[in-house]
């Protein structure tokens, strides 16, 4: 089974508006951390977003904002009031905990184009 | 069924010596990379390579070289390592013009 599964390989969005990128996740793990990344063209990996899983609260940085739903296994992306300048892949990712090794895993991403 | 697999998964070994990461994927050959995790989470890339063209980011130190021995593999060679190499390394690879990318699970490295 995939430990991370993104079913939107490419999302359009018009510019200013809001965006959803869904990620969903599988792990046995009690303790472990949600990631999620940026990669524009240059190909670095660029972190936006950082969720754990005793976190309460939804993590939030600037624009973007994780949803994390514990229950449903989702991590997902909002990005709020989209700029051109967000179009790139968008990563995401899982580090379980010790007991499984801190395992890393990604999935497979999703291309956001936003259009003017 | 991981479609890029690195080994070994941590890497403890000290100041000066030489070591290895392997990658290797089974999706047919494409482009592969090899990014570098910082503390910040950021990760660097630092090599990526066609099976025509090898890219490598100006700003790794030549101690580091991408090794092909066939198509399936794309290995990291790090000689006289340093403290300052302790990072997660990953392998990735992209499949042909497609947008989806697949990631090893990172390698620990940790200079003694």
């Known amino acids: 089974a995939q430990k991370i599964t993104q079913t939107q390989p490419g999302m359009f969005v018009q510019e200013k508006e809001a965006v959803t990128l869904d990620c969903t996740y599988d792990t046995s793990d009690q303790s472990y951390g949600l990631f999620w990344y940026k990669q524009p063209s240059s190909g670095e990996m660029i972190f936006l977003i950082y969720?754990?899983?005793?976190?309460?609260q939804n993590a939030t940085e600037g624009r973007y904002s994780l949803n994390f739903q514990k229950a449903r296994k989702s991590a997902n992306l909002v990005i709020s009031a989209s700029q051109l300048g967000d179009s790139a892949m968008y990563f995401c990712?899982?580090?379980?905990?010790?007991?499984?090794?801190?395992?890393?895993?990604f999935g497979t991403g999703t291309s956001l184009t936003v259009i003017p | 069924d991981t479609a890029v697999s690195q080994t070994p998964k941590y890497l403890v070994t000290q100041m000066g010596n030489d070591k290895s990461i392997k990658c290797e994927q089974n999706?047919?050959?494409?482009?592969m990379y090899w990014y570098k995790q910082d503390s910040k989470k950021f990760l660097k890339i630092m090599f990526s390579y066609n099976n025509k063209e090898l890219i490598i980011n100006e700003t790794v130190p030549n101690r580091f070289s991408p090794k092909s021995p066939d198509k399936a593999h794309l290995n990291l060679h790090i000689n006289s390592l340093e403290l300052g190499d302790s990072a997660v390394y990953f392998c990735?690879?992209?499949?042909?013009?497609?947008?989806?990318?697949?990631f090893g699970q990172g390698t620990r490295l940790t200079v003694v």
């Open positions: 990735a690879k992209k499949v042909g013009q497609g947008v989806e990318a697949f």
């Open positions: 990712a899982m580090r379980e905990g010790p007991n499984t090794g801190n395992q890393f895993y």
């Open positions: 969720q754990g899983s005793y976190d309460e």
């Open positions: 999706l047919g050959h494409d482009t």
